[in-house]
């Protein structure tokens, strides 16, 4: 044999050794390093790799193009001695943007007797070099409108400052929102910003066309897809006449009107900015919840027709209770006691025939602890469990610990008016997070009657209501500082209409809120 076939043997013996004493395979190896791309985890990437090196080039492909899932699916391998390639499709799920597959390979060599990754910055993408970054150019479609229930644009300023509060306006970004949004926004582009601009952000922006570029150097163009008007309830009539009916007064009032057969918002309104009392404010309803406590008498059997007495004080669980400007009306029929909103009669009437759990099941069944979804924040009303007669008495008549505001009040009157409980909304393609409640049967056309005699002869008697219009005053009492002032109120219904009324401190709800609905009424 020639020198040279000895040594041609010698070699081809030693590759055979060097093979089989190697550790594991490039197959397991490569899919180590998938596993950890996947998880970004460039700890663990960096365990398999041949030599030292920095792999921060991974961390910038994320962040640039906001990946927020990596999935990385392997090849066959294709194997020599001490070298071998794995072919991968990696798919990356861009926030805001799409999804983006390219191809690529894992290059493995054998290294210390174990197969390792021969890294290069091509491992990551077959055309990046050092030094090159990725990026994303985006042109964005133009933004959706938001509009009333008729079409018409409310998102152009031409809608008046309760509107606006709904509606919220145009920001530029910033890191925070870039941040929360996505990687297809950039600091200072325009955004919304509260009410529907910032809830519904999403979707009247649209998604833009994007183009994921390397080095400057465009790879793919996702193409975006246009926005999606917001369509809202709102009434453009409604909410006009509410304007009017608010807007001369001197101390804060807010009012709401609401479709009882749909629970649309119709119309919103604040005669002060800032704070949405409409939807946000926490206000003791006073007696417009009597309103509320009535659906659990008359469940309870009781009839508008009953005999009741109105005196001038009562007392229930310790706690004295006295009428408005100290009236007493003595024997008379539920449904007059109601008309003249007698908190004696309510207190001891909740404690004999409701107790706590009842009084909370009546309330809950026209919105009181539900969820809210209209499209803006907005507060829920709030009624604690009573842990007293004394508790029990104060909230039979919207005392206590009761919070609402005008929008939960008014979802009151409209499920009377219907008799049947709707989640309020002002986007009504909204999925809600409550359900629907019926009142319970012959509660409605009873309770139908209290409230027109709260008009025709009771409370609200003087107001100059419209013919039709049902309704409940309120006179609420809060502390302010060493007195007690009073929020006034006015809750009810005519048709297909129902809405609430309230005024800050205003007093009477008979002699300040329901003038405030009957010049609604009139202006629709």
Not at 168 to 186: E, H, I, M, P, R
Not at 424 to 439: D, G, H, N
Request: net charge neutral; hydrophobic share 40%; glycine share 12%.
């Amino acid at each position: 044999m020639s020198v040279a076939a000895v040594l041609a043997a010698g070699a081809a013996a030693g590759g055979a050794y060097y093979v089989l004493h190697t550790r594991g395979t490039p197959a397991a190896t490569a899919q180590r390093f998938a596993a950890a791309w996947q998880a970004g985890d460039t700890a663990a990437m960096a365990r398999e790799l041949a030599t030292a090196q920095r792999l921060d080039v991974y961390g910038q492909q994320r962040g640039a193009l906001g990946v927020e899932r990596t999935s990385v699916r392997l090849g066959p391998v294709a194997q020599g001695d001490d070298q071998a390639s794995v072919p991968y499709t990696v798919t990356l799920a861009l926030k805001n943007v799409g999804e983006w597959t390219y191809d690529g390979k894992i290059d493995l060599v054998v290294a210390d007797r174990a197969w390792k990754v021969a890294w290069s910055p091509a491992t990551l993408h077959p055309q990046l070099t050092a030094g090159q970054t990725f990026s994303l150019r985006t042109r964005w479609p133009e933004r959706a409108a938001i509009t009333d229930a008729d079409g018409g644009r409310i998102d152009d300023g031409s809608g008046g400052g309760s509107v606006q509060q709904l509606v919220g306006y145009l920001d530029k970004a910033k890191k925070k929102d870039v941040a929360k949004l996505g990687s297809a926004y950039q600091v200072g582009q325009a955004i919304g910003r509260d009410g529907l601009q910032e809830a519904f952000q999403r979707r009247l922006a649209g998604t833009p066309s994007t183009d994921i570029q390397l080095g400057g150097r465009t790879l793919k163009t996702i193409k975006g897809s246009a926005g999606e008007p917001v369509e809202t309830s709102l009434d453009r009539d409604a909410q006009a006449a509410a304007v009017t009916a608010v807007k001369d007064l001197d101390k804060p009032t807010s009012m709401v009107a609401i479709r009882p057969s749909t629970g649309e918002i119709l119309a919103v309104v604040n005669n002060r900015g800032g704070f949405n009392r409409a939807l946000d404010g926490r206000y003791p309803p006073g007696s417009t919840f009597k309103a509320v406590t009535a659906i659990g008498l008359l469940a309870a059997g009781m009839s508008p027709q009953d005999r009741v007495t109105c005196p001038e004080y009562a007392t229930v669980g310790g706690l004295k209770i006295r009428n408005s400007d100290n009236e007493a009306f003595g024997s008379l029929s539920f449904l007059d006691s109601f008309a003249h909103s007698c908190n004696t009669t309510f207190a001891p009437l909740a404690q004999s025939k409701l107790g706590a759990d009842k009084l909370v099941k009546a309330a809950e069944s026209v919105g009181f602890n539900q969820p809210l979804n209209i499209g803006v924040p907005a507060t829920p009303a709030s009624l604690p469990r009573p842990q007293s007669d004394a508790e029990l008495a104060a909230e039979s008549f919207g005392q206590a610990r009761i919070t609402a505001s005008p929008l939960s009040i008014a979802s009151v009157a409209a499920a009377i008016a219907d008799g049947t409980w709707r989640p309020p909304t002002l986007v009504p393609s909204l999925k809600q997070k409550a359900a629907e409640r019926e009142l319970p049967d012959g509660v409605k056309d009873q309770l139908h009657a209290m409230m027109a005699a709260v008009v025709t002869k009771g409370t609200a008697k003087s107001a100059g209501l419209p013919a039709g219009t049902h309704g409940k005053t309120g006179t609420a009492e809060f502390a302010n500082g060493d007195k007690l002032d009073t929020h006034a109120w006015f809750m009810g219904f005519k048709g297909d209409v129902a809405f609430a009324v309230v005024v800050e401190g205003g007093g009477g709800g008979g002699a300040v809120a329901a003038p405030v609905a009957a010049t609604f009424l009139k202006n629709l």
